[in-house]
């Protein structure tokens, strides 16, 4: 057992899968001397090279274009999007090319590279450094989009997306990068599969559905509304697609109510696909409508207000009582 | 405001060309190629071959067997003479146009309708050919032969790899970002533009001020222009390209002027946007007739040897209507494979309840 933060505890799980395969490469804005801007690939270049940790060009859509050039290669890139609101310029690659090409290719191509984007707000950012931008690619086929919430899931998780041969966009809750927690380093079988999501909190009044940054707030509101008397059962999705419906649609049918929690705007969000797939398939042990927390439907605010765009514990709690107004 | 740049059927000076448009062999002191008569006579045989694929796709979409097909008419040298400037181990990255670099790398014509026949979306595997799959959003493949080639260099391996893309590609972000990447990491790449003129009906004036193989140089990579109806020309330019960068000497874009001799695709009218003697002019560079005039004028062909590589041709244009017409369709349920290459609890979800709508159609 060790005491890591999220940050080390991934780059502990960049270093592990490293040293296990010659191809497994890192590639980014800053990734090498510096360490990237959150110190998530602290001195990788040190120890692995050059030629393996490599600071790219200024350019995002370059980093994704050629680090699928590496992986035509039989290289296993990772790539570092500095922060998420500037994945944009990598859209392209990410959309059209690297979830596209495998099917394109009818299966002679596999395209394992990992995107590593540092994601939501909370850190008192400028423009375009706080954004949860997950619902994009979650509706892109070809896909794996997966958030880790804490040390020892991003440890575990970071490997299982270098070793998954389809492409993987992992966010990563970058307000929550220097919580620390033990982590168990010193084998995979406590691992839950990159595609499951996890029960955090047990519960049996009401389902709160997260994922990333938005757990540890709903762990906080889980407690709260214990003071209360309700049994809040938490969810970590940590893959989004695919979704672990099993997860989701048990525990709904059990507590007969949820509230999907998220960052990025209630509009057209991750959310609105739980909402949905949970009204079709436990439409008749649902006590109340899904209800959704998140984002509003401006641009991520200037920092000064970000207190009021993200959802908090009141906002969270605030929901689980509307849960109960039904 | 009109900008005017070089353009249409006048050779500019900085063309590399070996074989004039009258089948004359020039010297070029930079470029030469000594190629024995059965070399010349291949090369022959490759542009007809891949005019006549060409041809009768064309007429296979005019008879609604495809939906779709992009012409390579006029561009037969650019790509046979650069296609059979690789080895087999470098690794090319075509456009959707490069047919006839498809044919220098043993990929089956059949396989290259799939896609525009609408039964796939590339059909042939590109480990097998090191041939790419086609690429149709314009220039992103820039980047994959970039990154490709960082691979060829930490694997230490002696090889090169080439991107094409056209004329209008060299106006994208990625096509612009491949070449600082390929710039900063001495890559092993060329990069082969084939200038054709028009990116469907914007001429080069749209993206240019400057000749395009001049771009280059603001990267810190050499550029050529080469005479892309000169097949010697194209092959000579591209195999000293390749040699510097499996010899660890970075990049060169090469600027292949040619010309678009059909529509952009068969989808498209040229007649909207060019006057028809600008093609008038273009046809007196034609790719295959100064060829022929070279084997005719130096007697390394006879009439025997023109009238076989007719007959293949022939005979290439049917088998591969045959073959066309016989391409089965996909199944309904083959679009939910290979989305992912790992087992996708979606997929198999989404799979499942098609497959049941389906048969409730059954009995």
């Not at chain 1, 790539?79 to 944009?88: L, M, P, T």
């Not at chain 1, 540092?118 to 070809?142: L, M």
């Not at chain 2, 796939?120 to 480990?127: E, L």
């Not at chain 2, 010697?232 to 510097?244: G, M, N, Q, S």
Request: proline share 6%; net charge negative.
């Amino acid at each position: 057992m060790s005491v890591l933060s999220l940050s080390k505890a991934l780059n502990e799980g960049m270093r592990k899968a490293m040293e296990d395969d010659s191809k497994v490469l890192i590639m980014g804005e800053d990734v090498g001397k510096l360490g990237g801007v959150f110190r998530v690939t602290d001195g990788l270049q040190k120890d692995f090279g050059e030629d393996r940790v490599i600071d790219t060009p200024l350019a995002e859509s370059g980093i994704i274009g050629t680090a699928i050039g590496l992986a035509l290669r039989g290289y296993r890139p990772v790539c570092e999007i500095q922060f998420d609101g500037f994945v944009f310029p990598a859209a392209d690659q990410i959309i059209t090319q690297l979830a596209k090409m495998p099917m394109r290719s009818l299966g002679a191509i596999k395209l394992p590279v990992v995107v590593r984007i540092p994601c939501g707000g909370g850190i008192g950012a400028v423009e375009h450094h706080s954004e949860s931008p997950e619902a994009y690619f979650t509706h892109t086929a070809g896909l794996r989009v997966v958030a880790c919430s804490n040390p020892a899931d991003a440890y575990a998780m970071i490997q299982q997306a270098i070793h998954s041969d389809d492409p993987v966009i992992f966010f990563e809750p970058k307000r929550r990068y220097w919580e620390k927690a033990e982590v168990d380093t010193s084998s995979a079988d406590w691992w839950t599969p990159l595609d499951r999501g996890r029960a955090v909190r047990p519960g049996t009044d009401v389902t709160l559905i997260a994922y990333g940054p938005m757990v540890k707030t709903c762990l906080e509101a889980a407690t709260a509304a214990e003071e209360d008397g309700r049994s809040v059962e938490v969810l970590d999705l940590r893959s989004l697609n695919p979704l672990d419906t099993p997860l989701v649609m048990d525990s709904v049918r059990r507590t007969g109510r949820a509230v999907v929690v998220h960052e990025a705007p209630v509009n057209s969000g991750f959310g609105a696909e739980l909402a949905a797939r949970i009204t079709e398939q436990c439409f008749y042990h649902l006590e109340s409508p899904v209800l959704r927390v998140g984002g509003f439907s401006t641009p991520y605010p200037p920092s000064k207000l970000e207190e009021h765009y993200l959802p908090d514990l009141d906002r969270v709690l605030d929901a689980v009582d509307r849960a109960f107004g039904y | 405001m009109t900008l005017e740049a070089p353009r249409g059927a006048e050779a500019p000076p900085e063309l590399v060309q070996l074989l004039t448009p009258e089948g004359e062999r020039v010297e070029h002191p930079d470029y030469d190629i000594d190629l024995k008569p059965e070399e010349i006579r291949s090369l022959y045989r490759d542009l007809v071959l891949v005019r006549r694929i060409d041809l009768e796709a064309v007429a296979l979409q005019r008879q609604g067997e495809l939906g779709i097909w992009a012409s390579l008419l006029g561009q037969e040298a650019a790509q046979i003479g650069s296609g059979r400037a690789l080895t087999d181990a470098d690794m090319a990255f075509p456009t959707y146009r490069e047919h006839g670099v498809a044919w220098c790398r043993d990929v089956d014509p059949v396989k290259l309708l799939g896609l525009f026949r609408g039964v796939n979306h590339g059909g042939w595997d590109p480990k097998e050919h090191n041939f790419h799959l086609y690429t149709i959003v314009i220039g992103s493949q820039t980047l994959h032969a970039v990154g490709y080639a960082m691979g060829i260099q930490r694997d230490d391996a002696t090889a090169a790899t080439i991107a094409y893309f056209g004329d209008g590609a060299t106006s994208q972000g990625d096509v612009n970002e491949s070449f600082i990447w390929a710039s900063v990491f001495n890559a092993p790449i060329v990069f082969f533009c084939q200038n054709n003129q028009w990116a469907i009906s914007e001429p080069l004036e749209k993206q240019s001020r400057i000749p395009l193989y001049r771009r280059a140089s603001g990267f810190g990579f050499p550029g050529i222009r080469v005479d892309g109806n000169d097949v010697f020309a194209c092959l000579a330019v591209t195999r000293k390209a390749l040699a510097d960068a499996r010899s660890g000497q970075g990049p060169t874009m090469i600027e292949a002027f040619t010309y678009r001799m059909g529509a952009h695709t068969t989808t498209d009218d040229p007649t909207r946007y060019r006057v028809a003697s600008e093609l008038e002019a273009w046809k007196l560079k034609d790719p295959i007739e100064r060829v022929k005039a070279y084997l005719f004028k130096n007697e390394l062909a006879d009439q025997a040897f023109f009238d076989t590589v007719e007959g293949e041709a022939d005979q290439l244009g049917a088998d591969l209507r045959r073959r066309c017409l016989a391409m089965p369709d996909p199944r309904p349920l083959d679009m939910f494979d290979h989305v992912y290459a790992e087992p996708h609890a979606l997929i198999d979800e989404e799979r499942a309840q098609y497959a049941a709508y389906l048969e409730g159609f059954e009995s």
